[in-house]
C-alpha cells in the first residue's frame, strides 16, 4: 500500500513522543447543543510551535543518517512548518536554514529565529522562496524538508489518530483542514489501518477554503492539478496543488471534501474565541466555519481538528472585525446630515434609544457628492445581531435620516 502503515505510523508515534505534547481534547456543550451531536475540539493550536506541523517534521529529521544531518536541513515556508523544522531541527541538534518570504508576519519570523534556524528571506511570492531554497539545497547539500509530501510527514502527522482514539473512544467522524494533504493523509489513513482493530470505519471529511480548493478539482480529475488561489485568510492552508502522495491516500481513504469562504471563516474564528476560549488561526478554524455554515452533515461524536493557533494580532483585530460584521453585532454606516448644530446628538439618542453601542465616530464636510449644505458621519457600533442591527436601521431611517451599510 502506497503510503505510510500502521507500523509506521506507530513508530512515528514513539518518536513524535520525545517533542510534540499530547494536547488537550475540549469538550464544547456549546457547539454540541448548536449542532446538535457531541462536538470535541482536538487543540493543535496548543501544540509547541502553535501547531501539528513539529509531528511531521521531528519524524522526519529524526529519520535521517548522520551523514544528512551533518549536512544540515533546509525547507520554505511563511510559518508553521518554518517553526516545526526548526525546533525539531534544535531539539535534534541539526543545522536548520529557512527561507521565507519577504514580508512574512514578524511573529512568525521572530518565532522561528527564536528556535535557532538560520532564516532568509527570499521573494515576495512563496513559489520564488521555495526555488531560493532548492537552490540552496542544491548548492550546499543540505536536505530539503518538504511540508506534507513525503511518507515521513504524513507518517508523523498521522499519530493524531492514535490520539484522538484514545481521548475520545466512541469517534465517529474527524473534520480536519486541508492544505497540500499531509495532515488529512495522515489521518485518514491512520483511521482507514485501524478499521479492523476497532470494528468500524470513523468518518474523515476535509475542509479547504474556497479560494485555494485545488481537491475538488484534482479528484474530479483523478490525479493532481494546479489551480490559481486566490487571496484567502486561511493563508496556512492556500496550496495550489495537492501534494502527489497526499492525493493518492485523500482520494481513497477521505470520506467527503467542502469548502468555505473567508466570511465563514472570520465568524468560526469569533465563535471559538468567545464560546471556547481558543485562539485559532483561520486555517485551523475552517472546520468548524463548514459546521456552523451548514455545510456538514453529520451526526454522531465529531473531533475538529483546531490544527494551529499562529496568528499576527494585528491580523486577528481585523478579522474577529469582520467575523462580528458577518454576525450582524458589528455595524458601520454612513449618514449625511443637515450642517446645524443637534443632528448628532439627535443620532446618538436614536441609536441609544434601540439599546445599541457606539464605538467610533468620523465626521466630515469633505464627502463625495455632500451638498454645501451637508455633513457627513461614519458611525461604528456594536449591536446584538442581525435582527437588532435591522432595528437601529429601521428606528435611523423612520427618523428621516438615509444610513448606508458600510459593514455589518
Not at 474523515?204 to 485555494?212: D, E, P, R, Y
Amino acid at each position: 500500500m502506497p503510503g505510510p502503515t500502521l507500523d509506521d505510523i506507530r513508530a512515528a508515534r514513539e518518536r513524535v513522543r520525545a517533542v510534540a505534547t499530547v494536547t488537550p481534547m475540549e469538550d464544547s456543550h456549546f457547539l454540541s447543543d448548536l449542532l446538535g451531536h457531541p462536538v470535541h475540539l482536538k487543540t493543535e493550536n496548543l501544540q509547541r510551535t502553535g501547531s501539528y506541523k513539529i509531528r511531521g517534521a521531528y519524524n522526519r529529521l529524526s529519520q535521517l543518517t548522520d551523514a544528512e544531518k551533518a549536512r544540515g536541513v533546509v525547507a520554505a515556508s511563511a510559518g508553521n512548518h518554518a517553526q516545526g523544522v526548526a525546533l525539531a531541527a534544535r531539539e535534534l541538534g541539526i543545522r536548520a536554514t529557512i527561507f521565507m518570504p519577504i514580508g512574512v508576519a514578524l511573529p512568525k519570523y521572530e518565532a522561528t529565529r527564536g528556535y535557532g534556524a538560520d532564516v532568509e528571506l527570499h521573494g515576495t511570492a512563496f513559489d520564488e522562496t521555495l526555488v531560493a531554497a532548492l537552490e540552496f539545497a542544491e548548492r550546499t547539500g543540505a536536505v530539503m524538508i518538504p511540508p506534507y509530501d513525503h511518507p515521513d510527514i504524513v507518517a508523523g502527522q498521522g499519530t493524531l489518530a492514535f490520539e484522538i482514539l484514545e481521548q475520545v473512544p466512541s469517534v465517529e467522524n474527524v473534520v480536519v483542514p486541508i492544505g497540500g494533504g499531509g495532515l488529512i493523509a495522515g489521518v485518514a489513513t491512520a483511521f482507514a489501518q485501524l478499521a479492523p482493530e476497532i470494528g468500524r470505519q470513523v468518518r474523515v471529511i476535509g475542509i479547504q477554503s474556497q479560494n485555494a480548493a485545488s481537491y475538488p478539482p484534482s479528484l474530479a480529475a483523478g490525479e493532481p492539478v494546479s489551480i490559481a488561489t486566490a487571496p484567502t485568510i486561511a493563508d496556512g492552508i492556500a496550496v495550489g496543488r495537492p501534494g502527489a502522495l497526499n492525493f493518492e491516500i485523500v482520494s481513497r481513504t477521505v470520506d467527503q471534501i467542502v469548502t468555505v469562504s473567508d466570511d465563514e471563516t472570520a465568524a468560526a474564528l469569533v465563535v471559538l474565541l468567545e464560546r471556547t476560549k481558543q485562539v485559532v488561526e483561520p486555517a485551523g478554524a475552517v472546520g468548524v466555519a463548514a459546521a456552523l455554515a451548514g455545510r456538514l452533515r453529520v451526526t454522531g461524536p465529531t473531533v475538529f481538528l483546531l490544527t494551529g493557533g499562529n496568528i499576527d494580532p494585528m491580523v486577528m483585530e481585523r478579522i474577529v472585525s469582520r467575523g462580528l460584521a458577518i454576525s450582524g453585532r458589528y455595524l458601520v454606516v454612513r449618514i449625511p446630515l443637515p450642517d446645524r448644530p443637534g443632528q448628532l446628538a439627535t443620532i446618538a439618542d436614536l441609536i441609544a434609544e434601540a439599546n445599541a453601542n457606539v464605538v467610533e465616530v468620523l465626521h466630515t464636510r469633505h464627502g463625495n457628492g455632500l451638498l454645501i449644505t451637508e455633513v457627513q458621519i461614519d458611525i461604528h457600533m456594536e449591536t446584538r445581531g442581525t435582527a437588532h442591527a435591522q432595528l437601529v436601521l429601521e428606528r435611523l431611517r423612520a427618523a428621516g435620516y438615509r444610513p448606508e451599510v458600510l459593514r455589518s
